[in-house]
């Protein structure tokens, strides 16, 4: 029996209610997989779901906009990027006349369910029609349009939000749909620009979209380590241009061949004027002669197909709005369905456009430090990070401290642990620290292949794949001798470890060592970089993300190859070792049947019901099949056994192809979520180290011996936390690498229920509304 304080999908039922989905505003990637989740969760559920095309244009038009929608009507929708339901703008919806017709049209239909994707304009009209709901109807009623029974029947409207704009401008989530996808594109087009700029020597100068929100601006300088940002909560204070021209020069004259500046549309200065791109232009041309170029986004920034992330992301709230409905009184405010670190929360809607609203009224009145404490931990975080790493001090300025760090990468390669080192690097020196660098992890640290590290050393670094410090899997334990050697020989007084599931084991090994060598009691701090993700401690690895777009990039192309060919299934093996996150998540992502994992065993039963599933499947109009599996998953259930089984049983309906993904997984350059991941915690680390240091210096040396000197920076929940890596001991199976207890576990059910799986699903997790933290003027000076 499951204990009573869980609560269970089974128990919440739709029978009998209608739901209502539409995308409303400026379009957004990830908006179909939102679409797809809330359709395939209200069917599941028992409940009717009806599209609404062309947005609120189409609800008050009513006809053909609104349809019943079914389970097949969202396949191969999750690839998509836009909106397949259409968006619009709406000048009808804003008069009390359309908003009389838009509530007839779905009385008719019985709907009273509404789901709304879009920017925080869409949402205030959702609001506001909920508010009106009740006399729209009793004029129908006057009016003879409907019955006053119609009108009892339906006398509620519930309403879940669900935010989509690339801009990630709508205050109470950490992300909106669409905002991952659109760093994508702005990041490639970087990346793409960097290698014309360096054979040329020239400064780019790229306008990225956020009219009133310079997120996508701040991010992007994060993640491709620009030389400079403008955006509109941050106006440069008088006298930028020479300070902006004084440090392009600086960089060229350390041998650094381009420059790149980027800039929020709605950049302005201390005075409200706007800051354009052609002005920037003008500006190094008259006073460095350097040749510059002007590049212009624009819409290329809303295309292309949703990130890994966004479909993650839009899938978890589509099915949380669902449940938000199921669950809506008629007392119940209508909410917005946010992510707050690493949950979904519900939030009230009304809380949240007020405090967006606040931001804007903020920064009108050039109060620019509250409007960035409004906008939320998240920008805040980008923005103190960006300040960190962005002014680089002359040494006469440097707070000389006479510690020395170093920097190791242990285990193999993950995408980000490049921008990782050089953000730590950086905010080491900041911090006064003098920095080294090892080669090859501990097996470079016992024969000496360490060297001092400078500024300069790590230009560039953030978008490039793998270890250019070279990484090993070898552990400390064998070469403890000369690593206490190497210790003392450079007076090294941290470590800090950029690894997976070896370095957590090898700080574990160092720790012990510590009564046996008094070199290693000094502070060490470990980040966890693993496309695996199976280190304890954190619920997300630097490099998981980039994987997850390599494995779901792959899994696209694969299904589109079955278009048009005869029924197939594709059986796809996937990295990480005991770990099922990769094959879990990014069969969430890429729209997988099912996916067969250690941590969940299965029999020859539950293969049989998946092909007998999947058989069914094929008599409808959707003609393909995705299966993915762990590469550990089982022993004698190997890929090629699978794929047999499916290929026999499966005789007759559909054919089967295996694919077995390989190091492609590593992933090329790293996301935008890895590098800039990467970037913040190595700086929030190196700060960490830092106060260690002063708290363990006594008598002209360091000496740390405690436990809280030798942690994990991890993602839990909500917040990162700093853990003593002894103390994670316990949470951690040794024997198959991996954690006790995993979080993302929790979304396997999502899978199978959008995969149309009957399936338990614990929901005590989600629900309780709460309420969006405000912040008013008076407290912003005591944080």
Not at 25 to 44: E, S
Not at 294 to 299: E, F, K, N
Not at 531 to 554: K, Q
Request: proline residues 2%.
């Amino acid at each position: 029996m499951m204990p009573d304080s869980k609560k269970f999908i089974e128990n919440l039922s739709g029978a009998g209610k209608c739901i209502g989905v539409l995308t409303s505003g400026g379009d957004a990637q990830g908006m179909n997989a939102a679409v797809r989740a809330v359709v395939r969760m209200g069917i599941y559920v028992g409940a009717k779901v009806y599209f609404i095309h062309e947005g609120y244009q189409g609800m008050v038009d009513g006809g053909d906009n609104i349809k019943e929608a079914s389970w097949e009507s969202v396949s191969s929708m999750l690839q998509v990027g836009g909106t397949v339901i259409g968006s619009a703008r709406c000048k009808d919806f804003r008069t009390h006349e359309g908003r009389l017709r838009a509530a007839l049209n779905l009385v008719q239909r019985g709907i009273t369910n509404l789901c709304v994707i879009g920017g925080d304009g869409s949402l205030t009209g959702a609001n506001l029609f909920r508010e009106e709901w009740s006399g729209l109807l009793d004029e129908l009623v006057q009016s003879g349009q409907i019955s006053e029974e119609a009108a009892l029947t339906h006398s509620a409207l519930h309403i879940v939000g669900m935010v989509g704009s690339i801009d990630n401008d709508f205050c109470g989530t950490d992300m909106t749909i669409g905002t991952d996808s659109a760093l994508h594109r702005i990041i490639e087009v970087v990346d793409a620009i960097m290698t014309t700029a360096q054979s040329h020597q020239r400064t780019f100068v790229l306008e990225v979209m956020g009219r009133h929100c310079g997120y996508l601006a701040l991010v992007s300088a994060l993640a491709c380590g620009a030389d400079w940002v403008l955006i509109p909560e941050m106006p440069p204070k008088d006298g930028w241009e020479e300070q902006m021209c004084h440090k392009l020069s600086e960089n060229r004259a350390d041998k650094k061949r381009l420059n790149i500046i980027i800039v929020a549309e709605g950049a302005i200065d201390q005075n409200n004027k706007s800051i354009t791109t052609e002005l920037i232009k003008d500006l190094v041309v008259r006073c460095l002669g350097f040749d510059t170029r002007v590049t212009i986004l624009g819409h290329v920034q809303r295309g292309g197909t949703p990130s890994a992330f966004d479909r993650i992301l839009a899938s978890r709230m589509g099915v949380e709005a669902v449940l938000a409905l199921l669950e809506a009184s008629p007392g119940t405010p209508a909410c917005v369905v946010s992510l707050c670190g690493n949950q979904a929360v519900r939030l009230p809607l009304m809380e949240c456009v007020q405090m967006t609203q606040e931001v804007q009224k903020a920064m009108d009145e050039k109060r620019f430090e509250e409007a960035v404490k409004l906008r939320g931990r998240s920008f805040e975080n980008n923005l103190n990070t960006y300040k960190l790493l962005s002014h680089r001090k002359m040494d006469a300025e440097h707070p000389h401290s006479s510690f020395n760090v170093a920097v190791l990468n242990v285990g193999a390669p993950a995408a980000g642990m490049n921008a990782a080192v050089r953000s730590a690097i950086r905010v080491g020196i900041t911090e006064g620290h003098t920095m080294f660098a090892v080669n090859d992890g501990f097996e470079g640290f016992s024969k000496g292949q360490i060297k001092e590290i400078k500024w300069g050393d790590v230009g560039g670094w953030t978008g490039q794949g793998g270890s250019l410090l070279g990484t090993k899997r070898t552990l400390p334990a064998k070469h403890t001798d000369k690593i206490a050697e190497q210790m003392k020989i450079h007076n090294i007084n941290a470590l800090l470890v950029i690894g997976g599931f070896e370095a957590f084991e090898s700080l574990l090994q160092l720790v012990d060592a510590r009564s046996r060598y008094e070199e290693f009691c000094v502070p060490m701090c470990m980040l966890p970089a693993t496309i695996s993700n199976n280190v304890s401690g954190t619920d997300l690895s630097i490099g998981a993300d980039t994987s997850l777009n390599a494995i779901v990039e792959t899994c696209d192309r694969i299904k589109q190859s079955a278009s048009g060919t005869k029924r197939r299934v594709f059986i796809i093996e996937t990295m990480g070792g005991y770990c099922g996150y990769l094959a879990t998540v990014g069969g969430l992502a890429a729209g997988a049947d099912a996916a067969y994992i250690y941590e969940e065993p299965f029999d020859i039963r539950d293969l049989q019901s998946n092909v007998e599933h999947l058989t069914e499947k094929m008599k409808t109009s959707i003609q393909r099949g995705l299966v993915l599996r762990n590469e550990n998953c089982s022993e004698n259930y190997t890929t090629d056994f699978i794929y047999q089984l499916y290929s026999e049983e499966g005789k007759g309906v559909f054919d089967c192809r295996k694919n077995v993904l390989g190091h492609m997984q590593q992933g090329g350059a790293p996301s935008p979520f890895d590098r800039n991941f990467g970037t913040k915690i190595a700086a929030k680390a190196m700060q960490w180290i830092s106060k260690k240091l002063k708290e363990f210096y006594r008598e002209g040396r360091v000496f740390a011996n405690s436990e809280d000197s030798a942690c994990l920076l991890g993602m839990r929940r909500r917040a990162l936390v700093f853990q003593p890596v002894v103390q994670l001991k316990d949470e951690t199976d040794f024997v198959h690498r991996i954690p006790k207890e995993q979080w993302w576990l929790r979304l396997r059910p999502l899978m199978k229920i959008l995969a149309k799986y009957k399936t338990s699903y614990d929901v005590s997790d989600s629900g309780q509304l709460e309420h969006i933290v405000r912040l008013r003027a008076k407290d912003i000076s005591a944080i």
